[in-house]
């Protein structure tokens, strides 16, 4: 039954625990509450806002019309071909907790995206990423309702246009859809990957013939806990700024100036940068101003210590702006902006 709420906390619901406040407000547990759910704001001509983990969200202001806290659970074997499974998931359900369910399972291939915060609904619009997997590799389809239509319907990986970040829900697809599940091609059959530097420098030591699945996300695990702060304990949206992407002819330039630059070629010829160190460089960590800063350890990190979204997006710009002159690199910000 739809529960609708006015003027609720949103503090609680951002992992930054930035200060805002929701007009209206409900939970969704099911395609027909939130079917329910578009229609009542429709009905009044409210603003629609889809929360889901809020582990990738800026709060600056308080947000206008209904806002939509996904509850949509369920995790299950859809079918299987050989050693090829393909599982359907609740756009409700914690990542994290769903990658210790594939694994306790025998479903393998999201180890290396453990401890990735927030919901499985947003996965896809992210295109979350770490250590070298992606989601859009493990992507097989997912269900969403139109948002001005109401209409349900199913959208394949080439519908959902990834990229690094990114996906046609950032761009085209922006506030006209609800994810409300997301189904996952894994596997029976492990197959580890372990190209990634960070993985293989925490491995280095390991016996290769004892690598499982299970290990490889307690490793990934470990190596998250070591570089980023847990957001129970000091707020924060994980990394604030993508890693830019460059032509090798600029990267040749930086390099011969600073040789400790850090970068990984594409496949296309061009390099990724490591946004860290180039906050880092640029003179940024653990600068704290006005309750908001940069992680003392991590500089591709902001946390929040009692300020504000606006303060925490001025700190942004200054940032942004610094790296820019230095390093003539333009920085992206990887969490959205609200409202």
Not at 69 to 80: D, P, R, T, V, W
Request: proline content about 5%.
């Amino acid at each position: 039954m739809l529960d609708i709420q006015t003027a609720v906390s949103l503090q609680t619901f951002n992992t930054l625990a930035l200060p805002a406040r929701a007009e209206f407000f409900c939970r969704v547990d099911s395609d027909e509450t939130l079917l329910e759910a578009l229609r009542w704001a429709k009905d009044k001509g409210l603003r629609i806002t889809v929360l889901g983990g809020g582990s990738n969200v800026v709060l600056v202001d308080d947000i206008p019309g209904l806002v939509i806290s996904m509850a949509i659970s369920g995790i299950g074997l859809q079918h299987q071909i050989g050693d090829q499974l393909a599982v359907r998931v609740g756009a409700g359900e914690n990542w994290h907790l769903l990658v210790q369910r594939t694994l306790a399972e025998g479903w393998y291939g999201l180890e290396n995206l453990s401890l990735i915060p927030g919901l499985a609904g947003a996965a896809p619009i992210q295109n979350i990423g770490a250590y070298g997997v992606e989601l859009s590799e493990r992507f097989l389809s997912l269900e969403a309702i139109h948002i001005p239509s109401t209409e349900r319907l199913s959208m394949s990986a080439e519908d959902c246009r990834f990229g690094y970040r990114d996906s046609f829900f950032k761009h085209a697809g922006r506030d006209q859809y609800v994810i409300t599940s997301v189904t996952l091609s894994l596997s029976s059959k492990p197959q580890l990957h372990l190209d990634y530097p960070a993985l293989q420098q925490a491995l280095v030591e390991r016996n290769p013939t004892e690598l499982t699945p299970a290990l490889i996300s307690e490793v990934v695990c470990e190596v998250r806990r070591s570089k980023l702060p847990d957001p129970a304990v000091l707020p924060n949206a994980g990394s604030f700024f993508k890693n830019p992407v460059i032509a090798k002819e600029q990267y040749a330039r930086l390099i011969s100036q600073y040789p400790d630059l850090v970068g990984y070629p594409q496949a296309d010829g061009s390099v990724k940068l490591a946004a860290g160190w180039l906050v880092d460089r640029a003179g940024w960590k653990g600068v704290m101003r006005d309750g908001v800063g940069v992680h003392q350890q991590q500089a591709l990190v902001l946390v929040n210590r009692g300020g504000d979204g606006a303060k925490l997006l001025a700190l942004a710009d200054e940032i942004s702006q610094s790296v820019l002159s230095q390093f003539g690199v333009t920085l992206e910000l990887e969490p959205r902006v609200y409202p």
